[in-house]
């Protein structure tokens, strides 16, 4: 005896929809089940989707919603619009090709190499965490700091060491053997110290007239010497007679007014002066 077979009058439709496809005895597409065989249907959507299986999707689009990967507090990535949130380990090379920003902190266990390292920073507190910072390969490539630079340590300029500062001491007070002056420091310094310069280089000569036979009278003012110097003395001068240079313990100068006297000790010279007589003095007049 046959078996009997119920054929449904309002038989079941089965179609195929996007990812997912049907096959029936080799044959693909969509098919009618009115109970009248027995061939079996095959649902299947293009990979395997179980949890120890790799799955892979061409493109995913979410939407307002987030979508969070991994449980717990430490160890969640939540994916929402424009955004990533908690803590992402990479364990191969990462490449971006636009810019990357971030906005909060950035931190790398490794080594950062890039053709072009540019900072904009409004405070940079360390840039290793041990050893030395070095700028360039060697001494002919050239550091440009567009801000100021300031430093708490030590100075080292072409392995000259012991540098502290950059002082800016008008009066050199200090006389630090481990600070650089600034330009304004060294004029300002030396501006105080004209009347000393001024009076080193006075040198001058002048030719006296006859007054008598142990005097000679020159029309000129000797320099007076700046604070904290010797006052200005026949030591300063060499008297001439006729070409003769005289003994300055033989002589004796006086300044009066404009004019300035020498006077001989005529006994221990041995000679006088007459009028026919050139006497020339040279040393520090005032002009």
Known sequence: MSDILFKLTHPIEVKQG???TLSKNGQTGNFTLDGSDNSTIQISIGQAVATSSNVQFNNVTLSSNSLTVGTGSSKVLVFSDGNISGDLNFEDRVLTTGNFTTIGNLLYSGVVTASNFQTDL??????????????????????????????????????????TEISNDTSLTDESQTAF?????????????????????????????????????????????????????ENDFMFFINGMLIE????????????????????????????????????????
Do not use: C, M, W
């Not at 036979?213 to 110097?229: E, K, M, Y």
């Open 248 to 287: 300055n313990d033989a002589l004796t100068i006086q300044q009066n007014s404009t004019n300035l006297d020498l006077t001989l000790d005529t006994n221990s010279l041995g000679y006088t002066i007459s009028s026919q007589d050139e006497i020339i003095g040279f040393g520090k007049f005032n002009s």
């Open 181 to 233: 002056i600034t330009e304004y420091a060294a004029y300002t310094y030396l501006s105080n110290l004209s009347p000393v310069r001024d009076y080193l280089r006075k040198s001058f000569t002048h030719t006296g007239s006859f007054i008598n036979s142990s005097t000679a009278r020159f029309t000129a003012v000797t320099a007076s010497a700046p604070t904290n110097f010797t006052s200005t003395t």
């Open 122 to 163: 409004s405070n940079a507190t360390s840039s290793v965490v041990t050893g030395s910072t070095r700028f360039g390969e060697n001494l002919s490539q050239k550091q440009f700091f567009t801000g100021s630079f300031d430093t708490t340590g030590s100075i080292k300029l072409n392995r000259l060491t012991g540098i």
């Open 18 to 20: 996007t990812g997912v």
